[in-house]
């Protein structure tokens, strides 16, 4: 079970660990305790689920995390 996921501000999700994870392909990732991965929220990873920093980079991700 993830110990906490903390959404970023027009970023990604990123999620600590411990954590099993497997992606759109089945393909397993272990995440230990104390250590986090960010996992791509706006789509333009190059890397998914991964976050590659294309949310800044390539796109300019702007997706407000609080209601308003
Ligand atoms: S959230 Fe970072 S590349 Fe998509």
């Given at each position: 079970m993830a110990d906490k996921v903390e959404v970023r501000l027009n970023g990604p999700y990123r999620v600590y660990g411990p954590l099993n994870l497997v992606d759109a392909d089945g393909k397993a990732f272990k995440l230990p305790s104390g250590e986090w991965v960010s996992l791509c929220r706006?789509?333009?990873?190059?890397?998914k689920p991964f976050c590659d920093g294309n949310h800044n980079k390539a796109i300019k991700f702007n997706a407000p995390t609080k209601a308003v």
């Open positions: 706006c789509g333009a990873s190059a890397t």
